[in-house]
């Protein structure tokens, strides 16, 4: 079975510019999430998608947005960049919520903002 | 006072060596609990899900105790392929994992 797939693997982008990440779950998963890794910290919980609806936002400003396709796959924006958005960017997917409410991750897209 | 919290690390064991990982949480109600492990600039990989009964899976055995908000991870006979850094996770509502800084193992030959 197929894992969690995100694209690109790296992102170099200027201060100010936008930056689109995209992620696809596992077949048969229908919630994405989204998290941040910056550089010795822990890993941030961003977004959760569900059907299509954004049902969870971390403390993140809104320049950080996204969406969930049909298909369930998903995109991440991070608009007007800032250096301190260099991180690991990762997805994860899980089945319909429910507990134990297990997730997944894909490999990441590893963002620096130059 | 962080939401989980890990041993600090590293931890540097001989192979074959047992060792032990404690974290602690802050919200009582949280519902579901999961050990990860994470390799360097990798993602983390579910270990496995932690019960109240206690669990085990080969070398590795987990137990949770909800009264002291209080998770463990065992490792026995360690391998080297057992280094790796261990997220304690704590899932409360929300579709939020909350993950603990972790604790890094180095297993030595």
């Known amino acids: 079975e197929a894992g969690v797939t995100q694209s690109p693997t790296h992102l170099i982008k200027t201060r100010g510019q936008q930056a689109t990440l995209r992620c696809s779950p596992i077949s048969g998963h229908t919630s994405v999430y989204w998290y941040q890794q910056a550089l010795g910290l822990g890993l941030q919980f961003l977004l959760w998608y569900d059907e299509g609806e954004e049902r969870n936002r971390g403390n993140f400003p809104p320049r950080f947005s996204g969406r969930q396709f049909p298909n369930y796959s998903s995109e991440l924006n991070v608009n007007a960049l800032e250096l301190e958005d260099s991180a690991l960017y990762l997805c994860?997917?899980?089945?319909?919520?429910?507990?134990?409410?297990?997730?997944?991750f894909g490999p990441g897209t590893r963002l620096t903002v130059t | 006072r962080k939401e989980v919290e890990q041993d600090p690390g590293p931890f540097n064991v001989p192979e074959g060596a047992t060792v032990a990982f404690n974290c602690t949480y802050s919200n009582s109600a949280s519902q579901s609990f999961f050990w990860y492990r994470q390799d360097c600039r990798k993602e983390p990989k579910l270990l496995m899900s932690v019960y109240s009964s206690g669990n085990e899976d080969g070398r590795f055995t987990a137990q949770l105790n909800r009264a002291s908000q209080y998770i463990s991870l065992l490792i026995r006979d360690s391998k080297l392929s057992d280094s790796a850094t261990y997220l304690c996770v704590v899932y409360p509502q929300g579709g939020k994992l909350i993950f603990g800084q972790g604790t890094e193992l180095s297993v030595k030959p």
């Open positions: 994860a997917s899980s089945e319909t919520p429910g507990l134990p409410y297990e997730q997944y």
